[in-house]
């Protein structure tokens, strides 16, 4: 019975853990929301927003190598137990993303 509870115990700490950021899907963002935008406004916003997931990446890589330390010594996902998990936020930028340049794309805008 023990090893019952120990083998659930452990499904879960790992099952809450925090993903990779290649791993995470882009939340869908309307193309839409950026479409009456000027190619230059949206060139500007892809940058910013390209910004903001690499330093979001960063922080999830962090919290993800740090659950599975946490995980390995002492049987807790510890950066995901106190919010280190910005793995919804990583979505939404990864979706960002994708709305802009699909919007640049059918604006016909330059890539640089």
Known sequence: MKIYYFALASLLAVSSCAK?????VP??????AYTGSSCSDLARELVKEQENLAALSKAQNQAATGDAVGVF???VPTSSTFGGDKEGQVAVAKGKVQAIQNAMRSKRCSAG
């Open 27 to 32: 939340a869908d963002i309307p193309m839409a």
């Open 73 to 75: 010594l002492i049987g």
């Open 20 to 24: 990779r950021p290649d791993a995470i």
